[in-house]
C-alpha cells in the first residue's frame, strides 16, 4: 500500500509541475536559481520521497490508510480462515459418510458456497473503500500542494517547478532544490484534520 500510495503522490505532484509555481512561508527559502543560469526559465525540483515523509498531511493520513489496510486483511483473514475450517469440516463429514442423507450435504454444500461468495464480496467492497480513501487522500494533496505553489511563486515567480523520485532527474545541483522549503511551508499551513480520530477508529 505504502508503495501505491508513492506512486499515486508522485503522480499528483507531476501535475503541479506543470504550473508555475513555488512557496514564500518558510523562514530561511530555498537560493532561488539565477535565470541567467539556465537561459530565460528559473527552474526548481522537489523530491517526492521527502514530501511523503515529513508533509503532516501525509504522515497523517498514511497512518489511517495503514490502519483501514490492516483492519481490513484482518477481517478477511478472520473470514477466511471460518470459510476454511468450515469446508474441511464438511469434507471430513462427507468423508466419514456423516450425513443422513444427500440433501443435508447439498444443504451444507450450498451454505459453503454462499460463505464463499460473500467472502469474496466482502474482499471486492473493502478493495473499493481503501481505494476511494486513497484518492481522497491524492486528491487532497494535490489540491494542498497547487494550492500552496500558487502562493508560493508569487514571490519565487518560477518557470518551471519539477518533481524529484529516484532517478526520474538524473542530476540537478543542489541550489535548484526547495523541497525543504516547500515542506516548511505546506506544514505552517496545514491544520491537522479534526476528523482524524474518527477515522482512526474506523
Sequence with gaps: MKKYMMMAAAA???LASCNNATSKM???PAAAADSNQTGS????FVEVDSLMTQYEFCKEFSL???????????????????????AANFQQKLNNNGFTSR???ESQQAAIQRQQQSLAELQARLENELAQETQKYNDALRDSLMNFLKAYNKDKKYD????????NILYAAPRFDITKDVINGLNKRYKKMPAKKEEEKK
Design 103 to 105: 440433501e443435508q450435504a
Design 41 to 44: 526559465l528559473k527552474i526548481a
Design 12 to 14: 499528483v505532484m507531476a
Design 26 to 28: 518558510d523562514d530561511q
Design 160 to 167: 518551471l517547478i519539477l518533481t524529484k523520485q529516484g532517478d
Design 64 to 86: 489511517i490508510l495503514q490502519k483501514k489496510g490492516n483492519n481490513a486483511r484482518n477481517t478477511l483473514n478472520q473470514k477466511g480462515q471460518q470459510l476454511q475450517s468450515a
